[in-house]
């Protein structure tokens, strides 16, 4: 009766964990709602009615009725002669001369999805539009008229690219002359140089500022394991320390130490300011209502005489985090620029671990293939560690006659039980924690490829083979709606595709070839695990599934191997379980 009530506990404890872990999923990566007509919607989205903003993990509008609205302002906005156009490498879109901002900016090698027709990704929107996100660089100004944001600056130059500079002018008919020049490079790093020349009688003061303004509605998801929100190299690091939902409560944070760079990440996504470095600024986040954030950098007061002209020069990253890129630009001088992928505590082994996949990667051409690799590797190294285990094992089913002696000899004295079997591990040498060393070595590795996944926009939207076509995504394919043949989508917990099942079958091959334990419950919850897991890792990425089922599959192969060497342990296991057998054939007929 004890061992029943104990099973039932472990099934309750199970289905606990299942449906807490969706729980758990659904509150961290909530699912928009299925919307209205979106004719229904676009009034209220154009009158901007305050609503929960639904975020995905790559982030961007999930409202038809904003993603509509956008479309038909880019369409409009767009078509302004009062635009100089921007064509690099990497970035495309243009410059709005009218309050001198960059706020039409798409990122040429990155796609919306995986069709290969979506169009690239949309990084900068102009304000008033539902994406709002953009770049402005301007003056303020004491006794002095400067330019502001409906100022319409005269431009040289165009398009602006790679050595091909633009330059704005705007004279205050005042006898000061304000000029912006603009130069790209052929990443992501936008250079403004912002001058003020004064010829007029008597010195002016000004404070050049840059700033980033954009709506956190297409925001990616702010986790604990990954940050998306405000950032910025402040003192001796990078601060992920503030979400927007803290910027909106306090209104304004300024985070403590210099400011070397400022701005607002997503998951894959960066804008960033980074101001001169020799000069003293001001920086901060502000949160100014109706979803809307502010990232400032205001210079100190300049001092300009008559005939004189000050200039600061302040850079922008807009682009994505290619790890390669934001490598070079801190070798180049932006300091902690690659630290602004949330690496976390694990750094010190997801860095090695996405070097290692870029390097299988550009031999074999597929990241699949490159992560069964991985796998390969790591298991091969931790094969001299896997042998140690099988010993271990060995030694531990030698002992098993003994053991079963002393649990009989002092069944009715727990203590004295342990004592005895402590003592007999030490006076044979064994250590019964030896088969936990490899699981213990491969979780920081598991969670190390498990973020390199999720952060690293190498693996966005890469295939594998047939229907994996995005490795950093869960399995599309889900066994309840026949692989997408019934119209329903499965809740989370029972989205249980192809990879899902693969790993429970190859885990719970795995648990069979483990020395069962003597306890029946915990056998009983040996049996459950492999299933629980299953439906635990059905949203994972699909990368993450691939290496666990690659890693079971090897672990198979490995211990049949080491079964072949330890031929003790193998004839153990089969006398154990002739015994079971046995054992349950005893108890069912004395029951019949």
């Known amino acids: ?81 009062q635009r100089v156009a921007i064509a690099a490498p990497e970035l495309a879109g243009s410059i709005d001369l009218v309050g001198a901002r960059i706020d039409d900016l798409t990122l040429t090698t990155h796609r919306q999805t995986v069709d290969k027709d979506s169009g690239p990704v949309r990084l900068f929107s102009p304000s008033g539009t539902p994406a709002q996100h953009f770049a402005q660089f301007g003056w303020v100004g004491s006794n002095v008229k400067v330019p502001d944001s409906t100022t319409v600056w005269q431009a040289t130059g165009g398009p602006l690219s790679p050595g091909k500079p633009v330059q704005l002018s705007w004279d205050n008919g005042q006898g000061q002359r304000f000029g912006i020049e603009f130069a790209i490079d052929d990443k992501y790093l936008i250079t403004a140089k912002q001058t003020v020349a004064n010829l007029a009688p008597g010195a002016i003061v000004v404070r050049p500022f840059a700033l980033i303004n954009r709506t956190s509605a297409t925001a990616s998801i702010d986790q604990w394991t ?49 101001p001169q470095s020799n000069a003293e600024v001001d920086a901060d986040f502000r949160s100014l209502g109706r979803d809307l954030y502010r990232a400032d950098v205001i210079y100190d007061p300049l001092t300009v005489a008559t005939g004189r002209q000050i200039a600061r020069t302040t850079r922008l990253f807009a682009g994505a985090k290619e790890i390669d890129v934001l490598g070079g630009y801190t070798r180049a001088g932006i300091p902690g620029l690659d630290n602004a992928i949330d690496w976390g505590w694990f750094g010190v082994v997801e860095k090695p671990i996405h070097w290692l996949l870029a390097t299988l990667y550009s031999l074999v051409h597929n990241f699949g293939v490159a992560i069964i690799l991985l796998t390969l590797i790591v298991r ?73 996944l999720m952060l690293s926009i190498d693996m966005r939207h890469k295939p594998f083979a047939l229907w994996i076509h995005d490795l950093s995504a869960p399995d599309p394919a889900h066994i309840l709606n026949l692989f997408g043949l019934l119209p329903f989508t499965p809740p989370s917990f029972l989205a249980i595709g192809v990879l899902a099942v693969l790993l429970g079958i190859t885990m719970f091959l795995t648990f069979r070839l483990n020395p069962q334990a003597m306890d029946p419950i915990q056998q009983q919850m040996f ?7 299953m439906f635990v890792m059905a949203p994972f990425a699909a990368g993450l599934l691939i290496y ?27 006398k154990d379980k002739t015994d079971r057998d046995r054992a349950a054939a005893r108890d069912a007929k004395a029951k019949g």
């Open 1 to 81: 009766m004890s061992n029943q009530r104990n099973l039932f506990l472990a099934v309750v404890l199970c289905g606990l964990l299942l449906f807490g872990w969706d729980a758990a999923i659904n509150y961290i990566y909530p699912k928009p709602a299925i919307p209205a007509k979106v004719e229904a919607t676009t009034a209220a989205a154009a009158d901007g009615d305050a609503k929960k903003v639904v975020r995905t993990r790559e982030g961007g509008l999930t409202d038809p009725a904003a993603e509509a609205l956008e479309k038909r302002d880019l369409a409009t906005v767009l078509k302004s002669p």
């Open 548 to 574: 666990w089922i690659t890693s079971n599959i090897l672990t198979l192969a490995q211990q049949s191997y080491l079964y072949s060497k330890h031929p003790q342990l193998r004839a153990q296991a089969d």
């Open 527 to 533: 049996a459950i695990m492999p299933w629980v897991l």
């Open 380 to 452: 091969g190294a931790m094969f001299p560690i896997a042998q140690k285990q099988f010993a271990s094992m060995a030694a531990m089913r030698a002992i098993q006659p003994k053991m079963k002696a002393i649990q009989e000899r002092y069944k009715d004295d727990k203590p004295r039980q342990q004592q005895e079997v402590m003592a007999l591990y030490k006076s044979e040498g064994v250590n019964p924690l030896a088969g936990c060393l490899p699981i213990l070595l491969q979780i920081p590795i598991f969670f190390g490829l498990y973020k390199v």
């Open 226 to 274: 990954i940050h998306s929100g405000p950032i910025g190299y402040f003192g001796s690091g990078v601060d992920f320390g503030s979400n927007y939902a803290d910027v909106a409560e306090a209104g304004k944070v300024t985070p403590e130490g210099a400011a070397r760079w400022i701005g607002f990440t997503d998951i894959y996504w960066l804008s960033a300011l980074v």
